[in-house]
């Protein structure tokens, strides 16, 4: 009797174990689109900030995180209809609070961004709306938050916004003098043509010009409310801001990118 007690025990144990290491209750989808050095797309290879320092933290959780590439305008759509179970990088916006819940992993704003030498210094979103000769572009997907949406829309009017697929798209526009001036996070325009040989000379001649209307704001990871199980969602929160508090996420920008340009854009939450 003693001895199936025993047995018992060591059985119970061990189920207990393997229930504390089971993670995830499947691989968690994460479609991606590349952003400068957050995510880097090689063929089909995805790499980059973000996959550097979430996947072994999962993995240690015992989730698999499985990357698909798609134009960001479809990654924010997919999150919206419960297909993907992770947006990022993303900032925070009262459209996304609706579909899942924010981690911050670190402050972050949007810039005006342009070839120095090319005009005039810009001081605000209605010098700019004034500039009527300035040509600006921005990537289809993209939300830095109202403020940036309201610019966007003013700029439709007036005739004279580009939105393309992707950074690279516009850093070829502003190569080729198409366009004068995009908005974006200045990591995610240097880190992208840092990639591409023929426009990584750009990266030298960046203006990069913050205006009171693109404040610091927060940027990290969403966690679907709708595709995932509140013990799937409990997990990957849980291991999203242990990697908040650690130093893991500013080190792997500075390793990415130089210091003027994290100055700029990227700072501890």
Not at 15 to 34: Q, T
Not at 187 to 206: D, I, K, Q, S, Y
Request: charged residues 20%.
């Amino acid at each position: 009797m003693r001895r199936r007690l025993v047995l018992a025990a060591i059985v119970l144990g061990a189920l207990s174990c393997g229930a504390a290491r089971a993670g995830c209750s499947r691989e968690i989808n994460v479609p991606v689109a590349p952003v400068g050095a957050s995510i880097i797309v090689n063929g089909g290879a995805v790499g980059g900030i973000y996959p550097e320092v979430l996947d072994g933290p999962a993995a240690k959780a015992g989730c698999k995180l499985v990357y698909t590439i798609v134009p960001r305008a479809r990654q924010a759509a997919l999150f919206e209809i419960g297909k993907a179970d992770l947006l990022l990088p993303a900032t925070r916006t009262p459209a996304r609070d609706r579909h899942g819940t924010f981690v911050p992993l670190i402050g972050h704003r949007a810039t005006l961004i342009s070839l120095a030498g090319t005009h005039a210094p810009i001081t605000s979103a209605q010098d700019l709306l004034d500039r009527t000769d300035l040509r600006v572009a921005v990537v289809r997907g993209y939300d830095f938050g109202e403020h940036y949406q309201a610019l966007v829309a003013e700029l439709a009017k007036q005739g004279r916004l580009f939105r393309e697929v992707d950074t690279i798209a516009i850093a070829r526009l502003m190569q080729a003098g198409a366009i004068d001036v995009t908005i974006m996070g200045p990591t995610n325009f240097a880190g992208a043509v840092a990639h591409e040989p023929r426009l990584a000379a750009l990266g030298e001649r960046l203006r990069i010009e913050p205006i009171p209307e693109l404040p610091w704001n927060l940027a990290g990871v969403y966690v679907s409310h709708r595709s995932l199980t509140p013990a799937d969602q409990a997990i990957l929160r849980e291991l999203l801001e242990n990697l908040a508090r650690s130093p893991a996420v500013i080190e792997a920008f500075q390793r990415h990118h130089r210091p003027d340009v994290l100055a700029e854009s990227v700072r501890p939450r």
